[in-house]
């Protein structure tokens, strides 16, 4: 079974900066891609940034200059710097992992469970 735990949500003001966790557990071979949703009520959940094991990082260009992704292979955790945030970006933030349970097996996503980020005055 695998878990996606998220952390670091809450309230800031607008220009703050906020930093998001992600660790996975579980019975993991591999993590392929790791990446940050975000959602709105009424909106489709789009994607903030994604960070491949190998290669370049993708980010919204909403967020560009503003946002780093990283990753910890070692602890199957990635993270997401979040500055000078703007009420826009307030949103349900979700983690996911693209990843696999052994050598030359398909790869499934699995979600966090989301964490609340207000952006606000």
């Known amino acids: 079974q695998v878990q996606l735990v998220e952390s670091g949500g809450g309230l800031v003001q607008p220009g703050g900066s906020l930093r998001l966790s992600c660790a996975a557990s579980g019975s993991i071979f591999s993590i392929n891609v790791m990446a940050w949703y975000r959602q709105v009520p009424g909106k489709q959940r789009e994607l903030v940034a994604a960070?491949?094991?190998?290669?370049?990082?993708n980010y919204a260009d909403s967020v560009k200059g503003r946002f780093t992704i990283s990753r910890d292979n070692a602890k199957n955790t990635v993270y997401l710097q979040m500055n000078s945030l703007k009420p826009e970006d307030t949103a349900v933030y979700y983690c996911?992992?693209?990843?696999?349970?052994?050598?030359?097996?398909?790869?499934?996503?699995?979600w966090g469970q989301g964490t609340q980020v207000t952006v606000s005055s």
């Open positions: 960070i491949p094991s190998g290669g370049s990082t």
């Open positions: 996911n992992a693209d990843l696999t349970f052994g050598e030359h097996t398909p790869s499934f996503r699995y």
